[in-house]
């Protein structure tokens, strides 16, 4: 077989101790530490040898004769100073120095995506305060609907959180986003009035009391003083259900108050029979409730129509049982308001108010919540 592998790399081979021990298709080569070092014997890679030159310094590092001799560093001096003869141009006077105006590099042009982001960009900022206008108009026009609304179906607590809550929902489809149910503190010379809910947009907020959009947590309503305090969630309405209701300067009347809870043994299910009421007219059921079988709690309106025939829509009839003084006295007392909110859904089933779906969730969750307490204390 012709001897094809270069001289150079045969030379590394032996100045790093490998010996051939055997060869066919590929060349062993090993040395007495127990390296082995392999070449093919018909190599077909035209780099064939550097690559194996390059393997070879991998696997035993180079030799001596690998390195270049160092080139002696080149000395340097300091040139020493010259002295010249003064000339004329030295005895003439100093010129200022000119100072040289660096003009800035030009920019590089843009992109066709990059003008293309420029161009709505400022077509969003020539909009901007159109499209602001045009959502504050929104705005108003929402306090102002919800505020004929509440006169329309009686200025009532009960009605107040639920058009809050169905402004809050109607400004959702309207688009808004950063929205919340505020309670706030309503003050009079430093004496505290009663609490109030609003509508948060933003940093803005909806008074349905006075149909007007206020643009900061407080304000003067009339002659009181508005302080938004903090969001609440529905849920968190029950902790707030003992302090009276603030329902605007112009309907303010500690008469108002919302006061639900019957002064009674056993309340709840009196509580859930009322509540079932207020559902009944809702629905468009009018509502008697029996007492023992004989007594009229409410309705008396209602068998008169009746009597008379001048009533035709379907009638519910609920019956209790109980102490009739206890439960009539609670019922009727002055700081119970279930007559004059039971007389309320009467009179909006007869002049045909349109249903308040807010209003009727939250009868069915104050439903649901007495069911649930009858039947804990029935399992106890």
């Known amino acids: 077989m012709p001897e094809i592998i270069p001289q150079k790399l045969q030379e590394r081979l032996a100045a790093h101790g490998f010996k051939l021990v055997r060869q066919r298709k590929h060349r062993v080569y090993k040395k007495p530490a127990g390296q082995t070092f392999v070449i093919p014997s ?3 890679d035209q780099r064939w040898s550097a690559n194996a030159l390059t393997d070879l310094a991998r696997l035993c590092g180079p030799t001596e004769a690998d390195f270049r001799p160092l080139r002696a560093r080149r000395q340097h001096y300091r040139l020493e100073s010259i002295v010249e003869p003064r000339s004329m141009e030295a005895l003439q006077p100093q010129q200022p120095p000119v100072e040289l105006v660096s003009t800035p590099a030009p920019l590089p042009a843009l992109s066709r995506a990059d003008r293309q982001r420029l161009k709505r960009w400022e077509k969003h900022e020539s909009q901007r305060g159109a499209k602001v206008e045009r959502r504050i108009a929104k705005l108003r026009d929402l306090a102002h609907r919800a505020h004929a609304l509440l006169k329309n179906r009686g200025c009532r607590p009960a009605a107040a959180v639920a058009l809050n809550i169905e402004a809050h929902n109607r400004a959702r489809q309207l688009g808004f986003r950063d929205l919340a149910l505020s309670v706030a503190d309503a003050t009079s010379d430093g004496h505290k009035l009663g609490v109030a809910f609003y509508l948060r947009v933003g940093g803005r907020f909806v008074d349905i009391f006075g149909g007007v959009l206020r643009e900061g947590p407080t304000w003067i309503d009339g002659n009181n003083a508005i302080d938004i305090r903090a969001d609440v969630r529905l849920e968190d309405l029950e902790q707030l259900r003992g302090e009276p209701m603030y329902i605007g300067a112009g309907y303010m009347n500690p008469s108002l108050e919302f006061r639900l809870d019957l002064k009674i043994r056993d309340r709840e ?16 059921m009018t509502v008697l409730i029996v007492l023992n079988d004989g007594y009229i709690m409410h309705g008396s309106e209602t068998l008169k129509q009746i009597a008379a025939g001048g009533e035709d829509k379907p009638a519910k009839i609920i019956y209790l049982e109980g102490d009739v003084g206890e439960i009539s006295r609670a019922f009727n007392a002055d700081d119970c308001d279930w007559p004059e909110l039971l007389e309320v859904g009467r009179r909006n089933l007869v002049d045909g108010s349109p ?14 919540k007495r069911e649930a307490a009858a039947r804990d204390r029935r399992a106890s």
């Open 355 to 368: 249903r308040n779906e807010s209003y009727v969730s939250w009868l069915r969750h104050e439903i649901a």
């Open 269 to 284: 299910e009196v509580e859930l029979a009322l509540f079932m009421a207020l559902l009944s007219y809702e629905e468009g």
């Open 42 to 44: 018909t190599p077909s």
